[in-house]
C-alpha cells in the first residue's frame, strides 16, 4: 500500500516530464543552431586559381595513308607504344589492282603486237639478206658472162690475127700471080678482125657495165638492209611500251605501300580507322613522343589576366589522390571554341602514368596570402542582380552583409568586406 509519501512523489514525476521533454527538445534545437554558426578567422592561404584540364601533347605526329583503299588489318591501337618504322595498319586498293591488271591486259596485247611486228620485221631483213646474196649473185654472174664474152672476142680476135699474119708470111714468098687467092682470104680476115674490134669494145663496155651493177646492187640491198635493222632497233624505244610499264610501276609502288610504317617512336594517341574501312588520302593515326606530354588546363574570363608563364601548379587526377607538378608554359590569348574558357599549356616532368586526354584539376598558384577570412562556400548567397552577401549574427539578430569574393579552395572561399572582421559569427542561410 503507498504511503502518502510515496504518491506525491509520483505526482510530481509525472507532473515534470513534459518540462523535461521540453527541455530536452530545446538543448537538441540549440545544438544544431550553433552547429550552423561559423566563426570568422584570420588565417594564411596560399592563394592558387583552380582549374579543369587533361593530359595533352606539344608533340603529336599527324599519320596519313597514302592511297584511298580498304583497311584490311590494324596492328596498333590507344595506347600502344610504337617504334619508328613499325607497322601500323594495311589496306587494300581495289581500284589500283583493277587498273594495274587492265594496264597488264595492255602491256601483253603491246608486246603481241610488238612481238609479230618484230617477226615480221625480222623476216623482212632476212628476206632483205637474202635478195641481196640473189642479186650479188645474178650480178656476180653477169660479170662473170660479160668477162668470158670478152675473152672469146679476145681469142677470135688473136686467132684472126695470127691467120692474116701467116697469109701474108705466105703471101711474101709467092710470085704476084699467085698471090690472089690469099689476097682475098687476108681481105676477109682484116675485116672479121676490125668486127672483133667492135665487139670486143662492146664486150669490155658490158664488163664495166656488170661492175657497176653489181656495185649498185651491194649498195642498194646494203640500204635496204640497214632499213631493216633500224626498224628492229627502234622496237626497244617503243613510246606506248613503255608509258604502259611506267604506269604499272607507279601502280605497284602504290601497292607495296598499302601498308602505313610509322614515322617517329611514342605512344598511339588516335587511331581513325578499323578493318573494312574505306580510306581517302589522309590522316588515320596520330602518334605523341611521351617527352612532349604537357597538361592544357581552362581557364575562367576572370581569371586569365591573374596567369602569368612560370606559375607553379599542383596537378591530380579526377577521384584520384595522386598528385603531380608542374610550371605554366604557354598562355594563348585566343579562347577555346566553347569561347568562355582560355587554353594554357603546363609544362610536367614525366608522362610515366599519364595518358593522353586523361582529366585533372590544376591549382594554379600566385602568392601566399595572410590574414584573410576564409569561410565554407554554404555560408554565401548570391542575389539574382549578382551580389554576394553572407548573413552576420548581430545583438539584435541577424543582418545580411555584401561581400566580395577572393581566392578559392576546395571547400572555403575568401571574403572581402569592411563589414567583416575576426570573431565575427556567420549564418547559414
Known amino acids: 500500500m503507498l504511503n502518502k509519501r ?16 521540453s527541455c530536452g527538445q530545446s538543448g537538441k534545437e540549440l545544438d544544431t543552431a550553433q552547429q550552423e554558426i561559423y566563426e570568422v578567422k584570420l588565417q594564411s592561404e596560399k592563394d592558387y586559381i583552380l582549374a579543369s584540364g587533361e593530359i595533352a601533347t606539344s608533340d603529336e605526329k599527324i599519320i596519313f595513308s597514302q592511297y584511298s583503299g580498304v583497311v584490311e588489318q590494324v596492328f596498333k591501337n ?47 631483213l632476212e628476206n632483205a639478206k637474202s635478195q641481196k646474196d640473189f642479186d650479188v649473185s645474178n650480178a656476180q654472174h653477169e660479170i ?9 672476142i679476145y681469142q677470135k680476135r688473136e686467132a684472126a690475127c695470127d691467120e692474116a699474119e701467116s697469109i701474108l708470111q705466105q703471101m711474101s714468098e709467092l710470085p704476084e700471080d699467085e698471090k690472089s687467092e690469099l689476097e682475098s682470104i687476108y681481105q676477109q680476115l682484116e675485116m672479121e678482125i676490125e668486127t672483133l674490134d667492135k665487139e670486143y669494145i662492146i664486150a669490155e663496155n658490158a664488163v664495166e657495165n656488170a661492175y657497176s651493177e653489181y656495185d649498185n646492187v651491194i649498195r642498194e640491198n646494203d640500204k635496204l638492209i640497214q632499213q631493216m635493222q633500224d626498224i628492229i632497233d627502234a622496237e626497244k624505244f617503243d613510246n606506248k611500251l613503255s608509258e604502259c610499264e ?13 601498308v602505313v610504317i610509322s614515322n617517329s617512336s611514342g ?113 554565401l548567397k548570391k542575389d539574382t542582380d549578382g551580389s554576394i552577401c553572407v548573413k552576420k549574427k548581430t545583438f539584435d539578430g541577424e543582418e545580411e552583409v555584401n561581400v566580395k569574393i577572393g581566392i578559392k579552395t576546395a571547400d572555403k572561399v575568401e571574403i572581402i568586406s569592411d563589414s567583416i572582421k575576426e570573431g565575427d559569427k556567420l549564418v547559414k542561410f
Open 267 to 379: 605512344i598511339i594517341t588516335e587511331v581513325n580507322v578499323v578493318p573494312g574501312d574505306s580510306i581517302q588520302e589522309g590522316a588515320a593515326l596520330k602518334i605523341a613522343d611521351p617527352e612532349s606530354y604537357i597538361v592544357t588546363a581552362h581557364i575562367n574570363e576572370e581569371n586569365i589576366e591573374n596567369i602569368i608563364v612560370g606559375m607553379n601548379v599542383d596537378i591530380s587526377f579526377v577521384n584520384s589522390d595522386y598528385t603531380f607538378e608542374g610550371t605554366v608554359s604557354k598562355i594563348y590569348m585566343v579562347p577555346d571554341e566553347a569561347q568562355d574558357t582560355y587554353p594554357i599549356e603546363i609544362n610536367i616532368d614525366s608522362s610515366e602514368n599519364k595518358f593522353i586526354g586523361r582529366s585533372v584539376t590544376v591549382k594554379i598558384y600566385s602568392e601566399d596570402k595572410e590574414n584573410i577570412m576564409m569561410i565554407p562556400y554554404d555560408y
Open 144 to 152: 662473170d658472162n660479160a668477162e668470158a664474152e670478152k675473152e672469146s
Open 246 to 258: 611506267m604506269k604499272i610501276n607507279e601502280i605497284q609502288e602504290k601497292l607495296n605501300n598499302a
Open 78 to 124: 590507344v595506347g600502344d607504344s610504337v617504334e619508328k618504322g613499325d607497322k601500323l595498319f594495311s589496306y587494300t586498293t581495289d581500284n589500283e589492282e583493277q587498273e594495274k591488271n587492265i594496264l597488264q591486259e595492255e602491256l601483253e596485247k603491246i608486246k603481241a603486237e610488238n612481238e609479230y611486228s618484230h617477226n615480221v620485221n625480222v623476216r623482212n
Open 6 to 21: 510515496n504518491l506525491i512523489g509520483i505526482l510530481m514525476l509525472i507532473m515534470s516530464s513534459p518540462l523535461f521533454f
